[in-house]
């Protein structure tokens, strides 16, 4: 490099960096800023969010890029880091509210249970009854076989070959995956980027959260009603996407409800995610356990769905931590890096026990399910409580009639009953609690007799 050019260089350099200081000084005055919002916010009993001045703040930056030629892609998505920032410091600048979910409610119950307290379970999603016999027999047999090792990321090639002909796609759109949880997780670290948007339907599993926020992506909530029978409105969905929005993230039959949408909500979804060509997550975990007629994402070929699936409720195989996704090739394709960077592959003694679990017929859980669930809310409503019957999965999410759910989770859990907050899927659902039907009858009823008991303040 001649020393002309080499000088040139170095005082573009310095350009830049004089540049960046100066742009790391706005932002920090920006976030101080925000700071005093969030104090004013506080005092006033308002909540962070809010997505109108969102909105007009997107368009004024969006408008400013166009005119300047910075490219509005790149502009929204730094917009959208300095708008995660603001959020986060003026959460913090307000008084803490205790804050819990099922996990915490079940970590708590374990320890009181190695204290040697007898717990009754209904706070996790956590079948009681076994997985299939064969299943026992395919891991010894795995064993035996000498099939224990690294296998190709998306899976070992008869049980791709199996989940493509359960779900009639071809072979090169399944990944097989630790878990339905893994698969949400790689489907947004391969498909948003930090900054861009996914949009979730509240209350809802925090998975969809926590992954968002992992990988830096932005979670916009829309938030349903008990009133509204926990349907979501489409229009209001609408208005929800921005440019910058990449992915919808739906869960039917929905964990904490029970909720399945009708076809005519799933058709306004999907047209919707089609007309943006938005990502449409579809969690159908608990499609089994659907009393409702239930259509899966899958039925609607749009190349940009992903649809996760799960051996663990279905078979009551949690702990082997297996299921898969379906998707477009590509969007297989992206996934698979996340896992081979993650995980190299499900182990394949799980995968073989996956492949003969798929063969068995899981009916009779799911029958149990209903039964359990028709227990509970008939117990329920003889407590007086509201709430909307579930249409499947394993779960009911009743409203209380006073008070707030952790101070009756924390209650309960002393006199040795465990259920989840209803905050956990979602701040505005502070006046619900979930309970699962993932034990014997006797004990769900032994549990709701001590909530009765402490909701009447008897206890
Ligand atoms: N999706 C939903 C809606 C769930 O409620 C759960 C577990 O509770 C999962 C996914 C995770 O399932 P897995 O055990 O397959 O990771």
Redesign the pocket.
């Known amino acids: 490099m001649t020393v002309q050019k080499n000088k040139e260089l170095e005082s573009l350099r310095l350009k830049i960096r004089a540049l960046t200081s100066e742009i790391m000084a706005k932002v920090q005055e920006r976030t101080q800023l925000a700071r005093q919002v969030g104090e004013v916010k506080g005092r006033l009993g308002i909540d962070v969010k809010d997505e109108k001045v969102e909105q007009e703040i997107r368009l004024m930056v969006a408008r400013q890029a166009e005119e300047s030629g910075m490219g509005k892609e790149f502009a929204l998505r730094l917009l959208s880091v300095l708008l995660q920032e603001s959020e986060l410091v003026q959460e913090k600048s307000r008084p803490l509210k205790a804050r819990q979910t099922h996990i915490s409610i079940f970590r708590k119950a374990k320890q009181m249970e190695a204290a040697g307290s007898r717990i009754i379970h209904l706070e996790?999603?956590e079948p009681d009854f076994p997985a299939p016999a064969q299943v026992g027999n395919a891991l010894a047999e795995s064993f035996a076989k000498r099939q224990y090792h690294y296998t190709d990321t998306r899976g070992i090639p008869a049980l791709l070959d199996a989940i493509a002909k359960k779900t009639g796609v071809i072979e090169d759109r399944v990944i097989v995956t630790?878990?339905?949880?893994?698969?949400?997780f790689s489907a947004i670290a391969a498909l948003v980027r930090p900054g861009e948007e996914i949009i979730t339907i509240e209350p809802a599993?925090p998975?969809y959260k926590e992954c968002a926020d992992f990988v830096g992506a932005r979670t916009k909530v829309l938030r349903t009603t008990m009133e509204k029978g926990w349907t979501p409105d489409v229009s209001e969905l609408a208005a929800m996407v921005t440019e910058n929005t990449k992915m919808i993230a739906i869960?039917y039959p929905?964990?904490p409800t029970g909720k399945v949408i009708n076809e005519k909500t799933m058709d306004g979804i999907v047209s919707l995610a089609r007309d943006h060509a938005l990502y449409l997550l579809s969690?159908e975990?608990?499609s089994n356990y659907s009393f409702a007629p239930f259509e899966s994402a899958l039925s609607y070929s749009y190349d940009r769905s992903v649809v996760?699936s799960?051996?663990?409720?279905t078979y009551a195989m949690?702990g082997f931590?297996?299921?898969y996704a379906v998707a477009s090739v590509d969007t297989i394709r992206q996934m698979a890096k996340v896992q081979a960077a993650g995980i190299t592959s499900v182990a394949e003694p799980v995968q073989r026990a996956a492949l003969v679990a798929l063969g068995q017929d899981a009916s009779g859980n799911v029958d149990l399910m209903k039964k359990r669930l028709t227990f509970l809310s008939s117990r329920l409503k003889e407590m007086s409580l509201r709430f909307i019957e579930p249409d499947g999965?394993m779960y009911i999410y009743p409203q209380l009639p006073a008070g707030e759910d952790v101070e009756l989770v924390e209650k309960l859990l002393e006199k040795g009953v465990a259920i989840a907050p209803g905050s956990g899927f979602g701040d505005s659902y502070r006046q619900f609690v979930r309970i699962s039907a993932c034990r014997p009858e006797e004990e769900m009823a032994e549990g709701l007799n001590m909530m009765e008991k402490v909701l009447r303040r008897e206890n």
């Open positions: 996790v999603g630790p878990g339905g949880r893994f698969a949400v599993w998975a869960n929905n964990n969690d975990v608990y996760v799960s051996f663990s409720k949690t931590r297996v299921g999965a």
